[in-house]
């Protein structure tokens, strides 16, 4: 499903992380693609033109597809090759083609009778995928650089990040994402980089960090209501720019505040349960790829868990001890 130059130059611009990606696909699946990771799809300039990684070209077809027949149910097929990976589910087959420069990542989608939600989930699956075959992992993590180091907050919906990213950027740090983060290897080390141009947030939170309500409706959001707003509102904004971090802290609500180190034998296990629920595994081969880049990824790190209290003054302790650490 090659692209005609033309289109490729006019495509626009996706960003996940620092990866940047011109995509040639029908409007709503991009925008979907891209709301799926907490940005949206950026014109084409030249900056962001010369440094395009990728180029994405995503095509429907309601034809028969043979590769289809071998998927099996609710299931999914991933081979690692080069020059070109494959990636197929039930809705979607992908060719990822590493010779190309930049990568070239066809993507065909079958649509057949599935839902606008079931279809997103496919999207969700895959994209994942992609940016693992990439060499990239997908955290859901909020990060900010404060006092010249890179903090990671890594937790369940609901943890805190977007609460905890709020009050360090308060304190002078700038966020670099507060709900997805793309981690990938560069040189000896990783960096990490944010997607999000949006954070939402609770009453409680709303009423502790902005002296007026926000002139925004609240909405549902998995069972909670919360006002969507850029980052930047508010905010020093850096998503899409890569840093390195230094310290990981594994978030959770708790009923009092503490921060705890953690030994580092166990944190890639840890790591491996929270990023590990937005992968699909194929086989023990796909599984043992995802544990060994997040093992090598741990000596890089200090790790802590950080238990969240319901006080969200409690959060100038936080700051307090990344001072003392920097």
Same mark, same amino acid.
């Given at each position: ?13 996706? =960003? ?13 699946? !991009?925008?979907?693609?891209? %709301?799926?990771?907490?940005?949206? +799809? ?15 070209? @995503?095509?429907?077809?309601?034809? &028969? ?9 609710? !299931? ?14 039930? *809705? +979607?087959?992908?060719?990822?083609? &590493?010779?190309?420069?930049? #990568? ?12 606008? %939600?079931?279809? $997103?989930?496919?999207?969700? #699956? #895959? ?8 060499? =990239? ?21 609901? *943890? ?14 700038? @966020? +670099? ?6 981690? =990938? ?9 944010? $997607? ?24 549902? %959001? ?8 850029? @980052?930047?509102?508010? *905010? ?17 609500? *708790? ?9 580092? !034998? ?37 790790? %802590? ?22």
């Amino acid at each position: 499903m090659p692209a005609s130059p033309e289109t490729t130059l006019t495509a626009p611009v996706l =960003r996940l992380g620092s990866l940047t990606a011109r995509i040639d696909a029908p409007s709503s699946l !991009g925008d979907d693609i891209a %709301y799926i990771f907490g940005t949206s +799809l950026k014109v084409p300039t030249s900056d962001l033109l010369s440094r395009v990684d990728a180029d994405i070209v @995503v095509r429907e077809s309601d034809g &028969h597809d043979a590769s289809a027949a071998e998927v099996p149910p609710d !299931g999914m097929i991933v081979r690692h090759a080069h020059p070109v990976s494959v990636i197929h589910t039930e *809705a +979607l087959s992908v060719t990822i083609d &590493h010779a190309r420069t930049p #990568v070239h990542i066809g993507v065909r989608v079958r649509r057949g009778e599935r839902s606008h %939600y079931d279809l $997103c989930v496919h999207l969700a #699956v #895959v994209f994942h995928k992609i940016l693992f075959v990439l060499d =990239r992992i997908v955290l859901h993590a909020a990060a900010v650089r404060i006092a010249g180091r890179v903090a990671i907050f890594i937790g369940d919906r609901g *943890a805190g990040k977007t609460t905890t990213a709020l009050a360090l950027s308060r304190a002078g740090g700038t @966020v +670099l994402g507060e709900d997805h983060l793309i981690l =990938r290897r560069s040189g000896d080390g990783f960096v990490v980089s944010g $997607c999000d141009e949006r954070w939402r947030v609770d009453e409680r939170t709303e009423r502790h960090f902005f002296d007026t309500p926000l002139p925004l409706e609240a909405s549902e %959001y998995a069972g909670r209501m919360k006002k969507e707003l850029a @980052v930047r509102t508010g *905010a020093d904004s850096q998503p899409f720019t890569d840093e390195r971090p230094t310290q990981l802290f594994f978030i959770r609500a *708790a009923g009092r505040f503490a921060i705890t180190p953690i030994p580092r !034998g166990m944190t890639a296990l840890r790591l491996m349960e929270e990023a590990g629920k937005l992968q699909r595994f194929v086989d023990a081969d796909d599984r043992f790829r995802f544990l060994t880049m997040l093992s090598d990824f741990v000596p890089t790190i200090t790790p %802590y868990t950080l238990d969240r209290s319901d006080n969200l003054g409690d959060l100038d302790r936080l700051i307090a001890f990344l001072h003392e650490t920097a």
